[in-house]
């Protein structure tokens, strides 16, 4: 009876923080699309932040701003502009962008922050479809989408804190801790299923306010579910990835279609006169693709699709770093070069290129531009790799706080150029800041007989760690110190116990009055 009852004011108590933490973190907000009340963790303010500092390096991933084409860009972002006036958040910084990628997607992030890629560009047919997809990805970013996501959960991961500390002295926490864990990614899923059937019934309101006919985007949508069953690489990696299709989204679309005008704009000729360059250039982005593919295994190949596509389009920098990155493999070091600063001479704002560069010159011995190539890379997107060798750079000029800078910055990746990071660090840390490397900790067994339990977190093993136990007694100044040494090699991640000869009863005092601290260590080589 008293664990039941202990078990009811637990849950009490489980349910009234719960309820709380939605005062304690923000308030209630209508949200501006649907008009539905919604918690709001996330001010508006934080949204434009979030997505302002996160557009160019989104963008630099996945292939860059195509720049080849301004005047595809400025249409893009001409028909966006017609649909974030008709739109309910139209004083958002709106900003649309054309991504040189050909795996067909669209994106948004927070604040109204766009990106279309090349590779899904060509494989519309209209100006209405292109607003379908536009239309989408602004309600994502007018409607909080992607906010809101982040706001659900900060609540289940705060709410899951404080269940797994209410549970902590339950037989079956570990099973808790687990579901609470699962009820979030399902969570997490149902969102985005209604997220996405908001963005198509909104979107197809922007369309209708805009002029454009709503039946493209459920022709659209007819298109990506056939589509989905072929099972295309592009598209699964794409569309499809971030935006499921469903016959269940075709239905909706149907329906709320019928409530719309007939003979709204379509725009099937003005498109294709747009998007002419890129249909003229799609057998070069296509080789590039292969070349791409085939540069691990077979350069010489690669080479090959490389100098394919430039003559189709010598003007595209993606093409001339295939073609570079493929010499470099093929040891002709000074024709890579080149090829790489012709390709800079084309588009200097792709990271890929500058970094690339940076690592050719590097080992060509010209410390002096491949420092120049690969800040100019972190500039654009910072990069482990980039950040690593800038460290060796560093390292190599002398400049040990320069270097520890940078490798600390690559060894947050776990990546193979982050574990090797990670080495660097340690070997230039270590002996500045043992204790960040080595933790020290008291432990007694079941006899009560007194410890350190010392632990290697660092990348190398180590030898010669000197450790003080602390035992504080009657004052805060009254602590007894000894000095121990544990010679031989202590492995990466491995821990070793040092005996205080002394038992928690005869030292007389409670175990969290008993502390220790590392010294000294160093690395076995």
């Not at 050909?102 to 494989?123: C, D, F, Q």
């Not at 279609?257 to 006169?273: A, H, I, T």
């Not at 491949?370 to 482990?384: F, G, K, V």
């Not at 977190?457 to 805060?476: D, E, F, K, W």
Request: hydrophobic share 40%; aromatic share 6%.
């Amino acid at each position: 009876m008293i664990d039941n009852k202990v078990s009811f004011l637990r849950g009490l108590c489980l349910g009234a923080v719960l309820l709380q933490l939605g005062a304690l973190l923000g308030g209630c907000a209508t949200n501006p699309v649907t008009g539905r009340s919604e918690l709001r963790l996330v001010s508006e303010q934080q949204e434009i932040q979030m997505g302002t500092a996160q557009y160019q390096p989104s963008q630099q991933s996945v292939g860059g701003p195509l720049v080849i084409d301004p005047e595809l860009t400025a249409y893009v972002r001409e028909v966006g502009a017609k649909l974030v006036k008709v739109s309910d958040r139209p004083n958002l910084p709106f900003e649309f962008s054309v991504v040189n990628d050909s795996v067909p997607n669209a994106w948004a992030l927070p604040g109204g922050k766009i990106a279309l890629n090349r590779g899904l560009l060509t494989e519309l047919n209209s100006e209405a479809e292109l607003a379908a997809v536009l239309g989408h990805e602004i309600v994502h970013a007018a409607a909080r989408h992607s906010a809101s996501a982040m706001e659900s959960q900060t609540l289940i991961l705060a709410g899951a804190a404080v269940l797994s500390a209410a549970t902590q002295d339950n037989p079956q926490h570990e099973l808790i801790s687990m579901a609470t864990q699962g009820g979030a990614a399902l969570f997490a899923m149902r969102f985005g299923r209604e997220h996405e059937l908001e963005a198509d019934r909104y979107g197809m309101a922007y369309m209708a306010r805009a002029g454009y006919d709503p039946q493209a985007a459920v022709a659209l949508q007819e298109t990506f579910v056939r589509l989905s069953g072929n099972k295309t690489t592009n598209w699964l990696e794409g569309m499809f990835a971030s935006h499921p299709p469903s016959q269940e989204r075709v239905e909706a679309n149907r329906r709320m279609v019928s409530s719309f005008p007939d003979n709204l704009y379509k725009g099937v000729e003005v498109y294709q006169r747009k998007m002419a360059l890129l249909t003229r250039t799609k057998p070069a982005y296509a080789a590039y693709d292969e070349g791409r593919k085939l540069l691990g295994k077979d350069p010489k190949q690669a080479l090959e699709r490389a100098n394919k596509a430039i003559g189709i389009e010598p003007r595209e920098a993606l093409f001339l770093g295939l073609r570079a990155d493929a010499l470099k493999k093929l040891g002709r070091p000074a024709e890579a070069e080149k090829a790489y600063t012709e390709g800079l001479s084309k588009n200097s704002g792709y990271y890929a290129l500058h970094l690339n560069r940076g690592q050719l010159r590097q080992q060509q011995g010209n410390v002096e531009g491949a420092t120049a190539d690969l800040e100019r890379a972190n500039s654009l997107l910072p990069t482990a790799e980039a950040h690593f060798m800038l460290g060796t750079a560093a390292q190599g000029a002398g400049n040990a706080g320069k270097a520890i800078e940078h490798f600390r910055f690559a060894a947050a990746s776990s990546s193979d150029v982050g574990r090797s990071a990670s080495q660097s660090l340690a070997r230039l840390e270590l002996p500045r800041n043992p204790g960040a490397y080595v933790r020290v900790e008291a432990v007694a067994d079941a006899s009560g007989n007194l410890g350190l339990r010392v632990t290697n977190q660092s990348a190398l093993a180590l030898r010669g760690i000197r450790v003080v136990a602390l035992i504080g007694r009657n004052s805060p100044g009254d602590v007894l110190r000894k000095e121990y040494r544990i010679d031989g090699p202590l492995k990466s991640r491995q821990s070793s116990i040092v005996a205080l000869g002394v038992r928690l009863a005869e030292a007389g005092v409670p175990l969290d009055r008993v502390s220790g601290q590392v010294r000294a260590a160093e690395i076995a080589e």
